[in-house]
C-alpha cells in the first residue's frame, strides 16, 4: 500500500525474541498495516498464537491478555 511502511522481518524477529504466548498486531484504524509474506512466514514458523484485528479492536484484547497475565507482545499501527 503506498504511503505505508510494513511490518518487516526484523521487527518480528525482535518481538519474538521476547518468548511471547501470543502476538497481537493492530493494524491500524481501518486494518490495512502491510504485512510481507517473509514476514508471515517467520510468525508462522515461531509457533506463537499471532492474533490481528484493527487497532482499536486489538486494544481492547491486549488488556485482557494483560489482566490474565499472560506474556504477550504487541505491535500497534496508529496513522490510519
Not at 510494513?6 to 504466548?21: D, N, Q, T, V, W
Amino acid at each position: 500500500i503506498k504511503g505505508h511502511t510494513c511490518f518487516g522481518e526484523k521487527e518480528a524477529e525482535l518481538l519474538l525474541s521476547y518468548k511471547p504466548e501470543l502476538f497481537f498486531i493492530g493494524k491500524g484504524q481501518f486494518g490495512v498495516l502491510p504485512i510481507p509474506a517473509t514476514t508471515r512466514k517467520i510468525l508462522e514458523n515461531s509457533k506463537v498464537k499471532v492474533i490481528e484485528e484493527t487497532t482499536p479492536k486489538i486494544i481492547l484484547k491486549v488488556n485482557l491478555a494483560l489482566e490474565k497475565k499472560q506474556p504477550i507482545v504487541a505491535l500497534f499501527h496508529l496513522t490510519c
